[in-house]
């Protein structure tokens, strides 16, 4: 083992080329993951998660393209991309071919868990024998043992009587066991990245707990690790140990998990935070977030953020802000990209009405325009 995170993503970028305009739907991310841990990625709908991690297995289809940064998987290039002589980005000779991406990462080095677990499963074939034969594509085992395997990791995963519902057809699972299912599937090449894409969304709260306990047991037995992609909060603060939150395109704000709780600095993060319920808040208390977030083919100037902001000034439609370190401890990281946190002249700037002050900010409206 070498103190080099597991992943590294550094400045990804991915766009798609529509009719309407290039949409800027991941815009130079860089985060990290490290051996054993659950690295959350959180954000609204649209944020750019999907995107991101479909970027980081190279399954973005046309007319999406990876246009820049760089993935890296113990120590190789995943994603390398530069710009070539007539200035379009390509790969970069180190990066992995589509067929080495596909025969030596996907599925046995990084594995990947949608939302629906119908995307994943053929409804006409049984459950046991899809699990089978995925094992036997991606392990060197023959039919039997790849039997054997699939029924020993369905009992693995919590499916009562194993040897019983081998035979079932997924329709004949309830949406939770589905979801069991596939995180059996991801976890039969016994890979050293799961990424989860909000496994449990669809879930009804019991069952997501029972999800979420079963993937804490899996990660310590197995020393998985994990990103999980959630609009929740809630999911992140039980399950992950960093949490990463993207707005447009961008990671605003990344912390260990009880820093992004306890010491939260980016008002989007506190926005997300008010919106969900929490122990010590009264349901009087929650305040849904203001607004929504705007199109990703052309996000607002400065701050992507300002036009929602409760805190915005008039800088912050001016200046965009990049991560910086506020962590004032030496063994964590707590980055933040907000004017704020920038010596750009914030403390002296006007407040800028948005939607997050509209009701109550009569008195400060902004005079030099009115676009925010
Ligand atoms: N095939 C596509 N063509 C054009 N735009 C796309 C395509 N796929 C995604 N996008 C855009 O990329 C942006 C990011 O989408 P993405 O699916 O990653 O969001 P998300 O954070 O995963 O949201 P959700 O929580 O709803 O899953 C959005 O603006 C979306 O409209
Ligand atoms: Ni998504």
Redesign the pocket.
Known sequence: MTDEPLLKVENLQTQ?F?EEGT?R??DGISFEVNEGEIVGLV??????????TSSIMRLV?T??QIVGGTVTYKGTKIVDIEEGPDGQPRPSEEMLTDEEMREQIRGNEIAIIF?DPMEALNPVFKVGAQLREFIELNRDVGSAEAREIAVDMLREVGIPEPVKRYDSYPHQFSGGMRQRVLIAMALACEPSLIIA??PTTALDVTVEGQIIDLVHDLEAKYDTSFVW?T?DLGVVAEICDRVNV?YL?EIIESADVDDLFHDTKHPYTEALLQSIPRPDQTVEELEPIVGVMP???NPPSGCRFHTRCPDARTVCREFHPTEQDVSEAVTATHRVACVKYESIGYEDARPLETEATDDFGSGLIDASGEDA
């Open positions: 798609f529509t949409v739907a991941v954000g609204e709908s649209g944020a750019g998660k999907s995107v991101a289809e007319p999406g939302q894409d909000e992609v609009h993207m395109g199109e990703a083919i």
